[in-house]
């Protein structure tokens, strides 16, 4: 997928947060590329679970409902969020910017990517960026 150089202002990708209980938790930004006044970046990190080894998870309860948080307009177009545990990677349901934390206890790592899609050109985006967190469930 290919840049435009229409851009997107901010310099880097917005912050997001997770919102749990109406009480918001930081994200931590990963990969992202982003097109702004022309001139486009892309910054290249480790994956989720390598890019929180030093986080502590937030708790949450089993089935809480998981809400993404972001302040920054125009709203990206697109989103995906893949979760991680034990090695495997599963793609989650998103319904009005949210998800439902695992009925299982355990320790999950996902990841948040977004996309900034034009709306007249195909395959043109404007920027994305992936984000990671990490929940324990118990």
Not at 28 to 43: A, D, F, H, P, Q
Not at 45 to 67: F, H, N, Q, R, Y
Not at 100 to 117: C, D, E, F, L, R
Request: net charge negative; glycine share 8%.
């Amino acid at each position: 997928m290919g840049c435009s150089n229409e851009g997107l202002s901010g310099g880097k990708p917005p912050k997001v947060f997770i919102e749990i209980d109406n009480e918001r938790f930081e994200t931590t930004l990963g990969t992202y590329c982003w097109s702004e006044s022309r001139k486009g970046t892309c910054v290249d990190t480790a994956g989720p679970v390598e890019l929180l080894k030093d986080k502590t998870p937030v708790k949450v309860k089993p089935g809480e409902t998981i809400s993404f948080i972001i302040d920054y307009e125009p709203k990206p177009n697109e989103s995906h969020v893949v979760q991680i545990s034990n090695n495997n990677e599963n793609e989650v349901m998103i319904k009005n910017n949210s998800f439902t934390a695992p009925m299982q206890s355990g320790v999950y790592y996902y990841s948040y990517g977004i996309w900034w899609i034009d709306e007249q050109e195909a395959n043109v985006s404007h920027g994305d960026a992936f984000y990671a967190f990490v929940l324990e469930v118990n």
